[in-house]
Structures are given as C-alpha cells and as structure tokens.
C-alpha cells in the first residue's frame, strides 16, 4: 500500500541544502551531545558550533476524491552557528541565509515525491544557548513541500 514519501523527501531537500556554499554538516535527525565536551566533535571543529538539522514540523493532510491525500509538509531547518568570535557575525550569516533562500526559491519540486516546494520561510538568526553551554546564532528556516498520493 503506496503511502507519504516524508523521509525521501526530508532526505532529497538535505542533499540540496549540504549542496549550498557555506552550508555543512546537515543532519537529518536532532542531534543530542550527552556531555557538553561532546558537542564540539559532533556539531563542529575546532570548538566551533555550525550545523544544520533538517526535519518535518508539520504535516497537514487533506482527503481529495477517492484516495487520494494531498499532504502539506513544512520542513524546518536549523541552522546553529557559534556567536562570539570576532569572525561569526551577523553579515557573515546573511550572506548564507540568502544563499540558501535563493536556491530554495529557485526549487519547485523533489521529483517525484513532492509536487511543489516553497518559497522558503526565514526566522533571522538570534542569540540562543545550546546545552546550556554554548552561545550559538540560531536561524530556522520553513519550507513547504506539497505531496500527493493515494491509500490503496
């Protein structure tokens, strides 16, 4: 029985975003540092916090005739970027957030699972405290990602 095509898509708009320059380390699932050393290894070198976690946030079905479901999902993307450093600021992370605007703009579709995608939704970065240890820019991103299927 055919059914939603989340995960293949969550997967496809992943590959698209780690293909945008300046964008790295883009996981598909939340990533959990159990100890506060732990993070910098998992979510960036040299002490230095840049990754993306892209998954759904939403998913908001409609029943069209028959079997038919068409599914809005919103994918959200975070991006996490370490704050302080005289080299991170906020121009430096406009010039990533409209890279990555302008290539989700541009993308109207994950083919075949997702008829239509976007335009893209930003949050501009704010000050944000992960684990309770680090002082990170924190962006988040929403795209929409329009699936049509049928149940049987």
Do not use: C
């Not at 008829?115 to 795209?143: C, D, N, Q, S």
């Amino acid at each position: 029985m055919p059914g939603s095509q989340i995960t293949t898509i969550v997967t496809n708009i992943a590959t698209t975003l780690d293909g945008v320059t300046g964008v790295q380390r883009v996981y598909t699932y939340e990533l959990v540092a159990l100890a506060p050393g732990s993070i910098p290894t998992t979510m960036g070198g040299s002490q230095a916090i840049d990754f993306w976690v892209v998954r759904p946030e939403i998913s908001r079905p409609t029943r069209l005739q028959g079997y038919q479901i068409e599914v809005d999902h919103t994918i959200l993307f975070r991006h996490y970027y370490t704050a302080g450093d005289t080299s991170v600021t906020t121009p430096a992370l406009d010039t990533i957030i409209l890279a990555v605007m302008d290539k989700f703009n541009n993308t109207f579709a994950v083919v075949p699972q997702a008829e239509m995608t976007g335009p893209i939704e930003v949050t501009w970065p704010v000050l944000w405290m992960l684990a309770e240890t680090f002082l990170v820019w924190k962006t988040e991103y929403r795209l929409i990602a329009k699936e049509l299927y049928v149940v049987q």
